[in-house]
């Protein structure tokens, strides 16, 4: 897990308590934005972006690879004009009925369930 600039901090109370605690097997890196820009053009590492529309593509319907990184905005304000630039593709959970987005902790887990079934199916093949 990498944390950029001033995001949430993980080992708040309020976050170790939403994790259950898993927060503590977790590798967490801060980071500065720039600099895992950097990193990512010297690591060819594939950047996939959560975002409500902007030509995103359906996340059930996305081949992931097996190497990526998921990049997630904020809750409020989602991915910025300058993280979107960085991403390879982006991926959108779509709305039915009368919402208009969902909450980052509800999207990252239907998001992160859905690259965890497409990897496993690979193994099983």
Request: with cysteine.
């Amino acid at each position: 897990m990498i944390v950029f600039d001033d995001a949430t901090d993980p080992y708040h109370p309020t976050s170790v308590r939403a994790s259950m605690g898993a927060i503590f097997s977790q590798n967490i890196i801060k980071a500065g934005w720039e600099g895992f820009v950097e990193w990512k053009k010297t690591n060819s590492q594939i950047l996939i972006g959560a975002s409500c529309g902007n030509n995103a593509f359906n996340y059930h319907q996305y081949n992931y690879p097996e190497e990526m990184i998921l990049l997630l905005g904020s809750e409020q304000k989602g991915l910025n004009d300058i993280q979107l630039k960085v991403c390879d593709d982006l991926v959108t959970v779509p709305m039915k009925g009368k919402a208009d987005s969902l909450n980052l902790a509800n999207a990252a887990s239907i998001i992160l369930i859905e690259i965890s079934n497409q990897h496993d199916r690979c193994e099983k093949q």
